[in-house]
């Protein structure tokens, strides 16, 4: 059973950053995955995925985020940096994982079956 662990969530102040790391534990992975990807949740609000990478290594960001936030993978490890955070951007913070290429067919977005449990990030002004 494939496990994602996220890490590295905290308080920052607007316009500060944060690295969060998502290790996943497991499974071996006999093949990469199709994407890992970072979504973010604010309570009473739907899911929103924030940027994705997929097996070829092209990236993928939402509107909101590119330009500012950096998606990056190292083996079982990805990674999340953001900069200029806002404190709109206060959410929970989940990695991602498709594993069966559903994403192909759905989109990234609509596409993971494994989900670590998140992390908090809170962005004060």
């Known amino acids: 059973q494939v496990q994602l662990a996220e890490s590295g969530g905290g308080s920052v102040q607007a316009g500060g950053s944060l690295r969060l790391a998502c290790a996943a534990s497991g499974n071996p992975w006999s093949y990469p995955p199709y994407y890992m990807a970072w979504f973010r949740q604010v309570a009473g609000k739907e899911r929103e995925g924030v940027a994705a990478?997929?097996?070829?290594?092209t990236l993928r960001y939402a509107d909101s985020v590119r330009g500012r936030f950096i998606i990056s993978q190292d083996q079982n490890t990805v990674y999340l940096q953001m900069n200029s955070l806002q404190p709109e951007e206060t959410a929970t913070y989940y990695c991602a994982a498709d594993l069966r290429g559903r994403s192909a067919a759905v989109g990234w977005r609509h596409g993971m079956d494994y989900w670590g449990k998140g992390v908090l990030v809170s962005v004060s002004s």
């Open positions: 990478i997929q097996m070829d290594g």
